[in-house]
């Protein structure tokens, strides 16, 4: 199953810490289990486009859509057996201390 996990800030995490909050680590492991098919960082939310069409009529505007302190930070996209393994990959993410991880699994077309 393939799963993304939606890599959030979260101003209630905890502190960053250079040391154990090694990203490359985790992904390095990732790499050799096979398991990570794509990622990356997405710039700030202030480089952010939102467009709807209502009415027929086109409608883009500067930043998210929704005014927030948490904002998405980047994603992974992760090929694992099953939800507790999806989540047990989310859990060793450093980003899970000290923001937060939303796990979704991906809905073929």
């Known amino acids: ?4 996990l939606f890599v ?4 209630t995490g905890e502190p960053y810490d250079d040391a154990s909050d090694d990203v490359e680590r985790w992904f390095s492991v990732l790499q050799e289990r096979g398991k990570h098919l794509a990622g990356d960082r997405l710039r700030p939310v202030e480089d952010a486009t939102t467009v709807r069409v209502r009415g027929g009529e086109r409608l883009v ?3 998210p859509f929704a005014e927030t302190r948490e904002w998405i930070a980047g994603f992974d996209l992760i090929e694992v057996g099953d939800l507790d393994e999806a989540i047990e990959v989310a859990a060793a993410h450093p980003m899970a201390r000290f923001g937060r991880i939303e ?3 991906v809905w073929p077309l």
């Open 103 to 105: 796990v979704r699994p």
């Open 8 to 11: 959030c800030t979260d101003p």
């Open 61 to 63: 505007t500067d930043g």
């Open 1 to 4: 199953m393939q799963f993304v």
